[in-house]
């Protein structure tokens, strides 16, 4: 048999197989979908980034969306922190002039 | 309008968001100019779904929005059509623009969007006069100003919307191979 990873929904189904007496394994489109999803997890949880996904095969940002609406997560929103904190910082300060002069006008 | 600032977009992947989520219009919300590299308009967003919807919204706003033409984007060009690799180029396309932008007005200020996962992870080395903002950043700010309803409530419409057009696309892929088969066992009907 061969050893795969199971994740914890799809322990139920696979025990279920083992008991019965099935031998499973995962055919390619299951292990690409099954790794494309593992990425996806990742990037919603900030874990990598969208160039890691084009990287990875992922060459279309809507395809990224589409992944992420079909597992019910969203893109993710950066933490103000870290290597570009302050230049983002900056950035929101200038953009909230720019949007209190606009409300003002 | 504020001519000396300008908001430089560096990637497809704000525009896809918001086109996606209907809210391409968040972006003139500020009154600054934006500003699209060639590259970053080029391949990916006439490739992407929503692509109808950005180009329609350029036209409508080109006294706000406009294409940037780089030597990036004539090398990207070049490159397609070669069938080499294009990968980064929007974004080297968004500094050449941002050169061009500073070295023309000493008083110039910029704003460069990003997507928010790889400016969490890359230093980006830039001008005191540039800051960056991140597509969450940018609708943080506008939650803020009660200008939108809810960053989330954009995201989850973006990913929402994603998923029917990848259905879509999924179910054209799957109707051209049945169509495909369908040829390939009707000439092997009519060789026999």
Not at chain 1, 14 to 22: D, K, M, N, Q, W
Not at chain 2, 156 to 173: I, K, S, T
């Amino acid at each position: 048999m061969r050893a795969c990873r199971v994740r914890p929904f799809q322990s139920i189904r696979l025990t279920e197989y083992y008991l019965r007496g099935h031998v499973t394994m995962d055919t390619p489109n299951q292990v690409v979908d099954q790794r494309r999803e593992k990425l996806l997890r990742d990037y919603a949880a900030g874990k990598v980034s969208w160039s890691t996904l084009r990287r990875q095969g992922f060459d279309d940002y809507v395809a990224v969306l589409g992944g992420l609406g079909a597992l019910g997560l969203r893109p993710p929103v950066a933490p103000l922190e870290g290597v570009n904190g302050a230049a983002r910082e900056r950035g929101r300060a200038l953009l909230r002039r720019a949007l209190a002069r606009q409300v003002s006008s | 309008m504020n001519p000396g600032f300008s908001l430089i977009v560096t990637d497809t992947s704000p525009l896809i968001t918001l086109a996606l989520a209907g809210s391409l219009d968040a972006l003139l919300r500020p009154g600054l100019p934006v500003s699209i590299p060639d590259a970053v308009e080029a391949t990916r967003i006439r490739a992407a779904a929503g692509a109808g919807e950005i180009v329609e919204w350029m036209n409508a706003h080109l006294d706000q929005v406009r294409i940037v033409p780089t030597e990036v984007g004539i090398d990207q060009q070049r490159r397609l059509e070669e069938g080499r690799p294009t990968r980064a180029l929007g974004e080297q396309a968004a500094l050449e623009v941002l050169d061009r932008f500073l070295e023309g007005d000493p008083a110039a200020t910029a704003l460069l969007l990003f997507e928010d996962s790889d400016i969490a992870r890359r230093q980006v080395i830039i001008d005191e006069r540039v800051s960056l903002i991140t597509t969450g950043d940018f609708l943080r700010e506008l939650e803020a100003a009660g200008l939108i309803q809810s960053t989330d409530y954009i995201l989850d419409r973006a990913a929402e919307r994603g998923r029917n057009v990848e259905r879509q696309r999924q179910a054209g892929a799957d109707a051209t191979t049945r169509l495909r088969l369908r040829r390939q066992l009707q000439e092997r009907e009519d060789r026999k």
